[in-house]
Protein backbone atom coordinates (compact mmCIF):
# COMPACT_ATOMS: atom_id res chain seq x y z
CA UNK A 1 0.00 0.00 0.00
CA UNK A 2 1.14 3.10 -1.11
CA UNK A 3 0.49 6.99 0.11
CA UNK A 4 0.43 8.74 -3.25
CA UNK A 5 0.28 12.37 -1.06
CA UNK A 6 3.92 11.93 0.17
CA UNK A 7 6.49 14.08 -1.48
CA UNK A 8 10.43 13.85 -1.65
CA UNK A 9 12.76 15.35 -3.10
CA UNK A 10 12.59 19.61 -4.05
CA UNK A 11 10.04 20.72 -6.41
CA UNK A 12 11.42 22.80 -9.85
CA UNK A 13 9.88 26.62 -7.75
CA UNK A 14 12.01 25.79 -4.70
CA UNK A 15 15.29 25.04 -6.79
CA UNK A 16 15.00 28.13 -9.10
CA UNK A 17 14.16 30.06 -5.69
CA UNK A 18 17.25 28.89 -3.69
CA UNK A 19 19.37 29.66 -6.66
CA UNK A 20 17.99 33.12 -7.31
CA UNK A 21 19.08 33.75 -3.48
CA UNK A 22 22.92 32.29 -4.11
CA UNK A 23 22.93 34.58 -6.71
CA UNK A 24 21.92 37.56 -5.14
CA UNK A 25 24.20 36.53 -2.14
CA UNK A 26 27.21 35.82 -4.66
CA UNK A 27 26.60 39.37 -6.57
CA UNK A 28 27.59 41.51 -2.93
CA UNK A 29 30.14 38.84 -1.80
CA UNK A 30 32.39 38.27 -5.10
CA UNK A 31 32.98 42.46 -5.38
CA UNK A 32 33.58 42.69 -2.18
CA UNK A 33 36.15 39.71 -1.89
CA UNK A 34 37.79 40.91 -4.72
CA UNK A 35 38.57 44.25 -2.93
CA UNK A 36 39.43 42.77 0.04
CA UNK A 37 42.03 40.57 -1.75
CA UNK A 38 43.48 43.69 -3.87
CA UNK A 39 43.56 45.69 -0.61
CA UNK A 40 45.20 43.00 0.91
CA UNK A 41 48.54 43.63 -1.73
CA UNK A 42 48.61 47.06 -0.82
CA UNK A 43 50.89 47.06 2.57
CA UNK A 44 53.56 44.99 -0.12
CA UNK A 45 53.47 48.52 -2.07
CA UNK A 46 53.99 50.57 0.65
CA UNK A 47 56.66 48.91 2.78
CA UNK A 48 58.76 48.39 -0.49
CA UNK A 49 58.47 52.24 -1.10
CA UNK A 50 58.84 53.19 2.77
CA UNK A 51 62.45 51.10 2.68
CA UNK A 52 63.54 52.15 -0.46
CA UNK A 53 63.57 55.78 0.49
CA UNK A 54 64.82 55.24 3.37
CA UNK A 55 67.66 53.02 2.36
CA UNK A 56 68.27 55.90 0.11
CA UNK A 57 67.99 58.30 2.46
CA UNK A 58 71.26 56.11 3.92
CA UNK A 59 72.79 55.85 1.02
CA UNK A 60 72.86 59.88 0.98
CA UNK A 61 73.99 60.34 4.22
CA UNK A 62 76.97 58.10 2.64
CA UNK A 63 77.76 59.36 -0.20
CA UNK A 64 76.05 62.85 -0.30
CA UNK A 65 74.03 61.54 -3.70
CA UNK A 66 71.12 59.64 -4.43
CA UNK A 67 72.50 57.96 -7.38
CA UNK A 68 75.35 55.18 -8.06
CA UNK A 69 76.90 56.32 -11.44
CA UNK A 70 73.47 56.63 -14.16
CA UNK A 71 71.38 54.67 -11.23
CA UNK A 72 69.76 54.82 -7.66
CA UNK A 73 72.24 53.60 -4.68
CA UNK A 74 70.23 51.01 -3.93
CA UNK A 75 68.67 47.61 -5.20
CA UNK A 76 64.81 47.77 -5.14
CA UNK A 77 62.56 45.24 -3.76
CA UNK A 78 61.39 42.81 -6.56
CA UNK A 79 58.10 41.55 -6.19
CA UNK A 80 55.15 39.35 -8.56
CA UNK A 81 52.70 42.23 -7.69
CA UNK A 82 54.76 45.52 -8.48
CA UNK A 83 57.26 46.76 -10.64
CA UNK A 84 59.46 49.11 -7.96
CA UNK A 85 61.84 51.75 -9.91
CA UNK A 86 63.63 54.97 -9.07
CA UNK A 87 64.14 57.82 -11.17
CA UNK A 88 66.96 60.25 -9.87
CA UNK A 89 67.82 63.74 -10.93
CA UNK A 90 70.86 64.15 -12.49
CA UNK A 91 72.52 65.84 -10.11
CA UNK A 92 71.81 63.24 -7.45
CA UNK A 93 69.90 65.56 -5.06
CA UNK A 94 66.28 63.97 -5.77
CA UNK A 95 64.15 61.04 -6.59
CA UNK A 96 60.99 59.61 -7.15
CA UNK A 97 60.46 56.03 -6.33
CA UNK A 98 57.18 53.98 -8.49
CA UNK A 99 55.37 50.77 -7.53
CA UNK A 100 53.33 50.09 -10.60
CA UNK A 101 51.47 47.16 -10.19
CA UNK A 102 51.56 43.95 -12.45
CA UNK A 103 48.58 41.49 -13.26
CA UNK A 104 45.92 42.01 -10.84
CA UNK A 105 47.00 44.91 -9.36
CA UNK A 106 48.46 46.66 -12.97
CA UNK A 107 45.66 49.64 -12.50
CA UNK A 108 47.52 51.14 -9.48
CA UNK A 109 50.66 52.71 -9.31
CA UNK A 110 52.04 55.44 -6.44
CA UNK A 111 55.21 57.32 -5.48
CA UNK A 112 57.00 59.01 -2.94
CA UNK A 113 59.93 61.22 -3.32
CA UNK A 114 63.19 62.33 -1.04
CA UNK A 115 60.73 64.56 0.76
CA UNK A 116 58.42 61.63 2.16
CA UNK A 117 55.40 63.41 0.07
CA UNK A 118 53.52 60.22 -1.06
CA UNK A 119 51.12 60.37 -4.30
CA UNK A 120 48.55 57.81 -6.06
CA UNK A 121 49.38 58.18 -9.89
CA UNK A 122 46.53 55.61 -11.17
CA UNK A 123 43.77 53.77 -9.47
CA UNK A 124 41.50 51.04 -11.41
CA UNK A 125 37.96 52.16 -12.15
CA UNK A 126 35.63 52.46 -8.90
CA UNK A 127 38.49 52.94 -6.85
CA UNK A 128 38.41 56.34 -7.29
CA UNK A 129 40.17 59.04 -8.99
CA UNK A 130 43.77 59.72 -9.72
CA UNK A 131 46.36 61.63 -8.89
CA UNK A 132 45.97 62.15 -5.07
CA UNK A 133 48.22 63.26 -2.33
CA UNK A 134 48.51 60.61 -0.60
CA UNK A 135 48.48 56.60 -0.79
CA UNK A 136 44.51 55.61 -1.69
CA UNK A 137 44.77 52.17 0.10
CA UNK A 138 40.99 51.13 -0.10
CA UNK A 139 37.96 51.58 -2.51
CA UNK A 140 36.06 55.42 -2.28
CA UNK A 141 39.06 56.90 0.23
CA UNK A 142 40.57 60.25 -0.39
CA UNK A 143 43.23 62.09 1.06
Not at 98 to 122: C, E, K
Not at 130 to 141: E, L, S
Request: charged letters at 15%.
Amino acid sequence: MTDDSLQTGFSLVELMIALAIAAIIAAFAVPAYRDHTLRSYLPEMSSGLQLSALRLEQYYQDHRSYVNGAECGITLPRSERFLFSCNASADGQSFVLTAAGRGAMAAFAYTIDQLGQTQTTSLPEGWGTAPQDCWVMKRGATC
